[in-house]
């Protein structure tokens, strides 16, 4: 099985919403409610942002927000700020009880 | 707060092994599973495995088996990772995170850069 699949790139302006979407496959995004996103500033390690699809830990600001349909995962961040600027990632469990990430989407403020 | 610091960089030549500390703080380090990601330049993360850290019980990605070595030390709440036969894809840092719940990982530690040359 490979990682998951996301978009290389997105871009929106300050106050605007985006939309990453994350595609796997009904071994491991369609079968599990576990989904989780990432996001990783440079240089940085990855902090979480949501866990079980839509749920946010504690700090986390509710601009940022999850769903899945089918195969399909997607964060979307709303009021966009300078400060979200940063590669996003999801993961999931799957059914051979292994962790897929995916390839990583690059979010410009512009 | 709950705090994960690991060892620093490491420069191997093909065919060696080496072998990664992380030590955990601010929590019962019993409590959760600590799993092993690596991020080798420019790609995503990829998930090595995890280990529970009072049983000792692992569960290894399958392409690794057979290469990679985690342990825990309770007295001193420190997790291990050892990777042997290394090659130059295996270039990456590597970083261990706290599993709060199943794919949930919560806190990470700085990572530690593994360059593989010759």
């Known amino acids: 099985q490979s990682a998951l699949t996301q978009p290389a790139s997105v871009s929106g302006s300050p106050g605007q919403s985006i939309t990453i979407a994350c595609t796997g496959t009904s071994s491991d995004i369609g079968r599990y409610n576990l989904v989780s996103w990432y996001q990783q500033h440079p240089a940085k390690a990855p902090k979480l942002m949501l866990y079980d699809v839509s749920s946010r830990p504690s700090g986390v600001s509710i601009r940022f927000s999850g769903s899945k349909s089918g195969n399909t995962a997607s964060l979307t961040i709303s009021a966009l700020q300078i400060e979200d600027e940063a590669d996003y990632y999801c993961s999931s469990y799957s059914t051979v009880n292994t962790i897929f990430f995916g390839g990583g989407t690059k979010l410009s403020v512009l | 707060q709950v705090q994960l610091k690991q060892s620093g960089p490491e420069v191997k030549k093909p065919g060696a092994s080496v072998r990664v500390s992380c030590k955990a703080s601010?929590?019962?380090?019993?409590?959760?599973?600590i799993s092993w990601v690596r991020q080798a330049p420019g790609q995503g993360p990829e998930w090595m495995g995890r280990i529970s850290p009072n049983s000792g019980a692992t569960t290894l990605r399958h392409k690794l088996q057979g290469r990679v070595i985690m342990t825990t030390t309770t007295s001193t709440t420190t997790a291990y990772m050892e990777l042997r036969s290394l090659t130059v894809d295996d270039t990456a840092i590597y970083y261990c995170a706290r599993e709060s719940t199943l794919n949930c990982f919560d806190a990470w530690g700085q990572g530690t850069l593994v360059t593989v040359s010759a």
């Open positions: 601010g929590y019962t380090f019993g409590t959760n599973d």
